[in-house]
């Protein structure tokens, strides 16, 4: 074997040898090769709107429908620019006196009610609803959840100024597997 020959096989041994120890993990091992990451998709947003706000108002609220992912999440924070709220809230409305647990009852008229001289008895009214400030709002795998009036909603208090119709805002959405999401939030009238 002559020098250059012999440098050659040297410098091609070291390439073999000193692969590994140059950072590639790369093994032999055929299940090693065939391992794939798959990353699961998160939620996606849809929807997103504010109901215009009057002058005098202080707070608002904003709706949006959640689709989700590959595995089950919660929605867990929202948040504006100070320039738009100085809080946010994820919050459901509830009959007023719901305890949580479907205890509820129904409220009624006291008194007998007079209509074109006939007399009726106490009648079974609606409860009235409130809103009240919820920790999470659960996003099941592959399913619709729609926050809209008179379900879950994200409360926007203090607001610096009036939400008005064609304005529009990012809302950064925080969930507890997804981590952030920003959408922005167009005012409207009323939902369509």
Same mark, same amino acid.
């Given at each position: ?12 041994t ?20 065939? @391992?794939?990451?798959? !990353? ?6 849809s ?10 108002? @202080?707070?608002?609220?904003?709706? !949006? ?6 595995s ?23 009959a ?16 007998? @009610?007079?209509?074109a ?25 592959g ?5 809209k ?34 959408v ?9």
């Amino acid at each position: 074997m002559n020098a250059r020959s012999f440098a050659l096989a040297s410098v091609l041994t070291l390439a073999v040898l000193g692969a590994p120890a140059c950072g590639d993990d790369t093994t032999s091992d055929s299940a090693a090769s065939e @391992t794939t990451t798959t !990353l699961a998709a998160g939620p996606t947003i849809s929807g997103a709107w504010a109901r215009n706000s009057p002058m005098e108002a @202080t707070n608002g609220a904003a709706y !949006l429908a959640i689709t989700g992912g590959t595995s089950d999440d919660q929605l867990v924070a929202a948040s504006v620019d100070a320039t738009v709220a100085g809080k946010v809230e994820l919050h459901e409305t509830v009959a007023a006196g719901d305890s949580g647990d479907g205890s509820m009852g129904a409220t009624t008229m006291g008194a007998p @009610t007079t209509v074109a001289g006939d007399t009726m008895t106490a009648t079974t009214l609606a409860p009235a609803m409130e809103m009240r400030p919820v920790e999470a709002v659960e996003v099941p795998a592959g399913k619709k959840v729609e926050l809209k009036p008179g379900g879950y909603h994200i409360m926007l208090l203090d607001l610096v100024q009036p939400l008005v119709v064609g304005d529009s805002f990012d809302l950064t959405l925080t969930f507890a597997e997804a981590g952030e999401q920003v959408v922005t939030v167009e005012v409207r009238s009323e939902e369509h």
